[in-house]
């Protein structure tokens, strides 16, 4: 997979992709990211890529022509499956979402910044807008992170154990059960006596209730 990452800062990505499953997966060959300064793609003298918007609102804009060159550059180079824009008003990214686009080849990710994006961008050249939540942050850096790390962590190979990843919350629309680890008993506090068990069927239907429980308390949206 290649995830090209089109920003004006760069800098941002710097220590997200160096480490962890995001720099195992680079160490393995089974991503590429690519970062692109946005700057480097405008005409203008000074490297600006935004400016006024028009009809007088407060904030600055970004350009259609830097974003244009990019994506326009990148395309002649490959193929790509989606070009998203990271937006507040994008759809919620959820687990599913992460499941299908692990199994993409090429894409691309625009992280918004300032007031937004020229909205010529989003009608002509994106093919999908993602959210991370209802919320607005300064820029969307944290965002492209957040995609790409949930996307790499599920392409095989990627973690050590691949059942690990189908376990986690939200694979089965419920959160995770309870987890434990050695020692048995701290201070008082006792592991479940069904995990020491070492009987898997009912160790199974233990971490079903668990998760069932844990989602009817904590997200129970999650179950209509």
């Known amino acids: 997979m290649r995830i090209d990452i089109l920003t004006v800062l760069p800098e941002m990505f710097e220590s997200p992709l160096s480490c962890s499953i995001l720099k195992r997966a680079q160490q393995k060959g089974l991503v590429e990211f690519g970062i692109h300064n946005l700057r480097e793609y405008s005409t203008n003298k000074h490297r600006k890529v935004d400016d006024y918007p028009f009809g007088g609102e407060a904030g600055m804009v970004m350009q259609i022509e830097p974003i244009d060159r990019c994506i326009a550059a990148l395309k002649a180079e490959r193929d790509y499956d989606e070009v998203i824009f990271t937006s507040p008003d994008g759809e919620l990214f959820d687990q599913p979402m992460a499941n299908s686009m692990s199994m993409l080849n090429n894409i691309i990710i625009l992280c918004g910044h300032y007031k937004g994006i020229d909205y010529r961008i989003r009608e ?38 691949e059942q690990s990843a189908l376990s986690d919350s939200f694979q089965d629309n419920l959160l995770a059960p309870p987890v434990y680890t050695r020692p048995a008993e701290y201070k008082g506090w006792r592991v479940p006596d069904i995990l020491l068990s070492g009987h898997e069927a009912r160790i199974s239907e233990w971490r079903h209730e668990q998760a069932l429980e844990r989602t009817r308390r904590l997200r129970p949206d999650l179950l209509k």
Not at 129 to 141: A, Q
Not at 151 to 156: H, M
């Open 124 to 161: 002509h050249l994106i093919t999908r807008e993602i959210s991370v939540g209802d919320y607005v942050l300064t820029g969307g850096e944290l965002p492209a992170i957040i995609i790409s790390d949930a996307i790499v962590r599920l392409i095989p190979g990627a973690i050590g154990d």
